[in-house]
């Protein structure tokens, strides 16, 4: 084949899927940047340009904050906690464990169902009076109480929620990861008398590496990405206890319609998934891995 | 040591699976036996049925049906071409475009509403199927997938097939397409179930019955007026889960396979 009907062949492939990806992920990014320095248009009339008010009101504005921190410790909860859980659970399945089967339906179940779905069992499990809940903590004599209407629990129960959706998924991939590390090195350690929990610190973990990278990543964009089980469980109350950033967007821009305000704050969604993008490349992908 | 340990993942299998267990409770029980487990308790399918006459649910189903279908089929094909076009063929700004690429892993339709509603509503195409799809329907992480895939493809069965006359496309679908199948399966599961779950974008697009996927249609039926009658409303959530959900138990070696092949890259 010629060097320049490669070129025509190879573009023309990439065309259809190059046209989209422009128009709804690359024109978007820089659209949403130019529209934060704009006011939100109204009537038929271009919107006119406003420099960085939009973002003196975002500054100012106390649910902006409070997203921002909510979704920080809703992070600093489901990344580890998922994480951790994850591991855990890959560890058990993967063992020669009873009833691993059953539990890796167990674990795995949440993640094929929608995250709405999810939201209303555990809007039901969260319920004051009928709730699993409160009926288990009553057996105990402990007084019952709004779990999704205090502002003090709210965000640790949508957080729960978020952990048991995800944990089970990033199971599958460090399953995946176990299951390539060769068994001679787990006798190998057996020979050396080197205990279990030994053996997992020197050896699995490490070899785990790359995994793990790839389940952070994940779960940091799922931090920021998903937020249906808000609209469903608390629609970011009582009192802002459960509004995440991309929930505030959402409410900013197609509650209020203004979407010039709304803009400028995907643009610190933006900025902190580029972040992530740009450690991930520069830094994280360096460390990780074993040799 | 062992045996406290298998105890204990037994007991956090049980966690996990007990907020399904109470929705099962519930919804195939009379809503006086919702918060009551009595064992005597008999079995209903009648919260189902309430459920399906209150909403046009038959209509939604029809809706996410069509939804997946579509962003399924447009995935297939532009991600086939394009995988294609970055893993065996040289030209200009191939690196470049890559990256471009794979800025959507990061940065994913579902951050973009504020812009996204805005062009679908310059099209002029808001509250339809065809644009709750649009903007997912090039998939990075499908070209991703497939590109690893053709990558390993021996050069050999290429060039065998193009001295005997094929041309690019013909390769691509003779050679390349039929030995990727268990990425086609894998890619396709994991489309399938987050576009029959997902639910902020196709709530913001869609405001009429014709066009509402499943679980819009569900959260405008339990926000709705029916009050809190939580077996009726469990029933529907399960109703709107249960094609996933039923897939997955019968076929769970499949899934399972399906969900690691797709995060190894």
Known sequence: MHKSSAWIHGWLLLLPAAALLALFTHWPIAATIWDSFHATPKGGRPAPWVGLENYQVMVADEVFWKSLVNNLWYGLGTIPLSIALAIVMALWVNSAMRGRTWLRMAFFTPTVLPMIAVANIWLFFFTPQYGLLEQVTGLFGIAGRNWLGDPSTALACVTVVAVWKEAGFFMIFYLAALQSIPPSLAEAAALEGASRAYYFRRVVFPLLMPTTLFVLVNAVINAFRLVDHIVVMTKGGPNNATSLLLFHVYQVGFSFWDTGYAAALTVVLLVILGSVALAQFFFLDKRVHYQ | ?265
Request: net charge positive; with cysteine; proline share 6%.
């Open chain 2, 1 to 265: 040591m062992r045996r406290i340990e298998t105890v204990a993942a037994w007991i956090l299998g049980f966690l996990w699976i007990l907020p399904l267990l109470y929705a099962f409770w519930t919804a195939f029980h009379p809503p006086e036996f919702s918060t009551r487990l009595a064992l005597a308790a008999p079995l209903t399918l009648d919260n189902f049925r309430r459920a399906w006459d209150a909403a046009p649910f038959a209509r939604y189903f029809l809706n996410s049906f069509m939804l997946v279908t579509l962003v399924l089929a447009a995935q297939l094909v532009l991600c086939t071409l394009a995988a294609y076009a970055f893993a065996r063929f040289e030209f200009p700004g191939k690196n470049v475009a890559f990256v471009l690429v794979l800025v959507q892993l990061m940065i994913m339709p579902d951050v973009l509403i504020v812009e996204n509603y805005r062009t679908l509503g310059r099209l002029g195409i808001l509250d339809s199927i065809p644009a709750i799809g649009l903007p997912y329907m090039a998939s990075a992480f499908g070209i991703f997938l497939l590109r690893q895939t053709f990558k390993t493809i021996p050069r050999e069965l290429d060039e065998a097939a193009r001295v005997e006359g094929a041309g690019a496309l013909e390769v691509l679908w003779k050679v390349y397409v039929p030995l990727a199948r268990p990425t086609y399966l894998a890619f396709g599961l994991v489309s399938v179930s987050y576009h029959w779950n997902n639910f902020l974008w196709p709530l913001i697009v869609t405001s009429s019955v014709t066009s509402r996927p499943v679980t819009v249609g569900l959260q405008v039926f339990s926000s709705g007026d029916q009050g809190i009658d939580w077996s009726v409303i469990t029933a529907a959530t399960l109703m709107t889960s249960a094609p996933l959900l039923v897939a997955f138990l019968l076929f769970q070696r499949q899934f399972v396979q399906s969900f690691m092949r797709a995060g190894i890259r």
